[in-house]
């Protein structure tokens, strides 16, 4: 089962450390394996429950990504932005 599967009561109760999200990225792993191997096999319908789990695991993962503030973004810098465009497009920058 998968560790995402936590009983109401606990829920918004856990620390969410490296560990645990080491241990989704590894589960997601494994979901993934296996779903590439039943489709391989042709039973495209016994992977249908391990896609849902996998889909639920992204969605924890990634409310974990947008909630911690150490994932801002870098600021972007235009006049750089701009330089490397008109190097992609051939302008050069002189």
Same mark, same amino acid.
């Given at each position: +089962? ?5 009983? /109401? /009561? =606990? $829920?918004? /109760?856990? /620390? ?6 080491? $241990?989704?990225?590894? %589960?997601?792993? *494994? =979901?993934? $394996?296996?779903?590439?191997?039943? +489709?391989?096999?042709?039973?495209? !319908? %016994? ?6 789990? =996998? ?5 924890? =993962? !990634?409310?974990?990504?947008? !909630? #911690? ?8 810098? #235009?006049? #750089?932005?701009?330089?490397? +465009?008109?190097?992609?497009?051939? *302008?050069?920058?002189?």
């Amino acid at each position: +089962m998968s560790i995402v599967f936590v009983p /109401k /009561k =606990l $829920r918004g /109760k856990a /620390k969410v450390n490296q560990e645990t999200i080491q $241990r989704l990225l590894d %589960e997601n792993d *494994q =979901l993934i $394996r296996c779903i590439t191997e039943y +489709m391989q096999k042709g039973r495209a !319908a %016994e992977c249908v429950q391990y896609q849902q789990i =996998l889909h639920r695991n992204i969605v924890y =993962l !990634a409310t974990i990504a947008d !909630a #911690s503030p150490d994932n801002t973004p870098p600021p972007t810098n #235009s006049t #750089s932005n701009e330089t490397s +465009m008109s190097t992609v497009n051939g *302008q050069g920058g002189s």
